[in-house]
T-cell receptor, first 113, second 113 residues
């Protein structure tokens, strides 16, 4: 089954404690992206990757890091989480950015106390 | 400044009637538009798209209309079904934007039996 898998689905942590949200896709997609969804703000792009070792900032990259060492994986790293990073995070992938037809994971709800 | 606007946070429609969800955009460089549907506790799923070279695209009960001069697009669902109750996101991208899909804030559709 074609899917994008995120882990963890739910996490409560404290300010400053480094965490990683993993994302894996099994569709051999070149393009992957991270979004955060906040009430009243819709979906905003954090980072994206066009291919292995190629990443770039989206609209709200501050406080986040990503890496793309393998095609299937695109982890989101919060080196020092803060309460304003409490949000619902979605990983997505597609064959390429021009298609626009992103496949989304189920989301990871993160709470930073 | 919001580039993709969904000005109606919610919409309620009777089963069997037409649902019309609206979306406006400000960036004239956008050339590809998409609608995503999102159920609670799930990631968004692609619904339908339209290229800027077209003014209409139809897929079963779903039709998207694009009015480039007005920078406006709409999603029509006919007939509406209770299972259509979800949050609908409008999204847009520009060729060469390196994958930055810009989302609206979403419209919550409720279809009442």
């Amino acid at each position: 089954e074609a899917q994008v898998t995120q882990n963890p689905r739910y996490l409560i942590t404290v300010t400053g404690k480094k965490l990683t949200v993993t994302c894996s896709q099994n569709m051999n997609h070149e393009y992957m992206s991270w979004y955060r969804q906040d009430p009243g703000l819709g979906l905003r792009q954090i980072y994206y990757s066009m291919n292995v070792e190629v990443t770039d900032k989206g609209d709200v990259p501050e406080g986040y890091k990503v890496s793309r060492k393998e095609k299937r994986n695109f982890p989101l790293i919060l080196e020092s989480p803060s309460p304003n990073q409490t949000s619902l995070y979605f990983c997505a992938s597609s064959l390429g950015p021009s298609t626009g037809e992103l496949f989304f994971g189920e989301g990871s709800r993160l709470t930073v106390l | 400044d919001q580039q993709v606007k969904q000005n109606s946070p919610s919409l309620s429609v009777q089963e069997g009637r037409i649902s019309i969800l609206n979306c406006d955009y400000t960036n004239s460089m956008f050339d590809y538009f998409l609608w995503y549907k999102k159920y609670p506790a799930e990631g968004p799923t692609f619904l339908i798209s339209i290229s800027s070279i077209k003014d209409k695209n139809e897929d079963g009960r779903f039709t998207v209309f694009l009015n480039k001069s007005a920078k406006h697009l709409s999603l029509h669902i006919v007939p509406s079904q209770p299972g259509d109750s979800a949050v609908y996101f409008c999204a847009a991208s520009a060729w060469g934007s390196q994958g930055n899909l810009i989302f609206g804030k979403g419209t919550k559709l409720s279809v009442k039996p």
